[in-house]
């Protein structure tokens, strides 16, 4: 007799997603399971993989491209011990190399620490683990509504797709989790939940990358460096350089403060550009203008208050399964991640 094979969804493309993916396909293949005995599907709202460890090329040069998210990857002991199979593996294949730059004004991180940068790009670490999960997310898949219908979950995007899943796990930021229509019921069963839930902060901030042509230089004494003192910009690396490519042509990323961000959090990136290239100009005013620009703004970037206990998942409900998870419910780096996908794939199975 066939059965019809479980559906599950993981929504959005980020780093988790993309872990859980390949956590799942392996443990499948360990147990021996086929290929084909669970059905998942990754949805993103986005154009591209990566979430918050994006990284943008120049629509001039095609190996000019800029991190506009997470810099690099710190490791401190604990980890380097727990996950240590994941990070040999990454510096086995070339996902990461050591960070060889200084980075100017660095808090002194804690004895044993090893700092990561991506060569290729932040979004070459998310795209590693999706290609191990054999899976080809699906873009432009904003979900707007998830409704329990018969015992399973209904789906639906803002664009009008709707599908049946058995399972549904949200990665996205808590925010965006607690707008989702359909899952008012939810909360409203568990007032307590919802509290920890609307206890989740972050911090926001606007990013600027800065692609160069090919034979540019630069007059800048370091790679990076943290700006405590700038009123506007808070970090600046020569992006290429800080990932060991400095035969690429130049790439430059400016991150604001957590103060400005907060303070034009509501304005559109096309208001908060002119404000950026004013700071920029006056800030650093030896700095060549650059032949592309792209500015983005990160309304969650790092998470702030995590989720309280720090489980790495949440049940939201048992029967259809619906579970959130990633860095809001550990901490707010690659490790973190990690542990959550870690933790999703168990509630999973």
Known sequence: MLTKMP?????????????????????????????????????????????????????????CTADL????????????????????????????EPLKQTITNAKEPEQGTNTYV?????????????????????????????????????????????????AVVLTMPVPQLLNLNGLSSIFDENIEMKKKLEAVSYSSRYALGLFYDEGASLNLPFSASYLYQDPVFRFIAVDNVKRN???LPISVVLHTSVPFGLEHIDKTVGEVEPILKKALQQSFP??????????????????????????????????????????????????????????IVNALS
């Open 286 to 343: 030896n700095l060549p203008p650059p032949k592309a620009m792209k500015c983005h703004k990160w309304k969650f970037s790092q998470v702030f208050t995590p989720y309280s206990g720090q489980p790495g998942v949440i049940e939201l409900c048992r029967d259809p399964l619906l579970l959130a998870g990633g860095d809001s419910f550990t901490h707010s780096n690659f490790d973190g991640c990690i542990s959550s996908a870690e933790s």
């Open 7 to 63: 559906k599950i969804l993981l929504v959005g493309s980020g780093i988790t997603s993309s872990l859980v993916a390949s956590l799942l396909h392996q443990k499948a293949q360990i147990l021996g399971h086929e290929r084909n005995s669970v059905e998942i599907s990754i949805w993103d709202k986005a154009r591209g993989t990566g979430g918050r460890m994006s990284t943008s090329r120049s629509p001039l040069h095609n190996k």
């Open 69 to 96: 998210g997470a810099q690099y990857i710190s490791c401190t002991p604990q980890y380097t011990e727990s996950h240590k199979i994941i990070y040999e593996e990454l510096l086995q294949v070339g996902i990461l």
């Open 245 to 247: 490519r400095p035969e």
């Open 118 to 166: 991506v060569p290729d790009g932040m979004s070459s670490l998310v795209k590693y683990f999706t290609t191990k999960s054999k899976l080809q997310p699906s873009f432009e898949h904003h979900v707007s509504e998830i409704k329990q219908l018969g015992g399973k979950w209904h789906v639906t995007t803002l664009a009008g797709k709707s599908e049946v899943f058995d």
